[in-house]
T-cell receptor
């Protein structure tokens, strides 16, 4: 079974600065997908960014980018120019490609990192 | 607008009572999921369904039951056999039950059992 580890329970960053959230995962599969979700105080889960394991290029969505290191099984999230609205819990998640039936059970989540933005 | 509706937002029950949490989606998604969220635990999978009339147990299915009679609906019943039912419950759906289909989430139901 896959596991996802987020080693930083809480991170703090000054507004307008850059912060990197860490995520590592354990899998024996070669094809899979990785996601970062944001959960603000409203508790709504919002997709931030996703990465296909077969792509070498790191995904980018505006101020959010990832550093995907497949060999190291690492998938960190970088937030540039942090804004007060970025304050939230951030969850890293893994999903199997599904060729052999995997992935049907949705995403495996890490325990989350609480991001605090200091004004 | 398409989305996932969970109701109610807050639910209070006495110990020993069964309670059903509603989840409806109008995204025409095949797959639906129920997750439980506890402080410091992330999201843990309770049940999932790939298609109508089919569902599978997740990691923490004991004390829960589901049905999938319609594509749009995936209600979760928390039975009196669930030892620690107080939690935040999230329903989700995805277009496909595999691959890069992201999960779309409802706003959640906070269940308190006393």
């Amino acid at each position: 079974a896959q596991t996802v580890t987020q080693s930083q329970p809480e991170m703090s960053v000054q507004e307008a600065e850059t912060v990197t959230l860490s995520c590592t995962y354990d899998t024996s599969e070669s094809d899979y997908y990785l996601f970062w979700y944001k959960q603000p105080p409203s508790r709504q889960m919002i997709l931030v960014i996703r990465q296909e394991a077969y792509k070498q290029q790191n995904a980018t969505e505006n101020r959010f980018s990832v550093n995907f290191q497949k060999a190291a099984k690492s998938f960190s999230l970088k937030i540039s120019d942090s804004q007060l609205g970025d304050a939230a819990m951030y969850f890293c998640a893994y999903r199997s490609q599904g060729y052999s039936g995997g992935g049907a059970d949705g995403l495996t989540f890490g325990k989350g990192t609480h991001l605090i933005i200091q004004p | 607008d398409g989305g996932i509706t969970q109701s109610p937002k807050y639910l209070f029950r006495k110990e020993g009572q069964n309670v059903t949490l509603s989840c409806e989606q109008n995204l025409n998604h095949d797959a639906m999921y129920w997750y439980r969220q506890d402080p410091g635990q992330g999201l843990r999978l309770i049940y999932y369904s790939q298609i109508v009339n089919d569902f599978q147990k997740g990691d923490i299915a004991e004390g829960y039951s589901v049905s999938r009679e319609k594509k749009e609906s995936f209600p979760l019943t928390v039975t009196s056999a669930q030892k620690n039912p107080t939690a935040f419950y999230l329903c989700a759906s995805s277009l496909l039950a595999r691959g890069n289909s992201p999960l779309h989430f409802g706003n959640g139901t906070r269940l308190t059992v006393t």
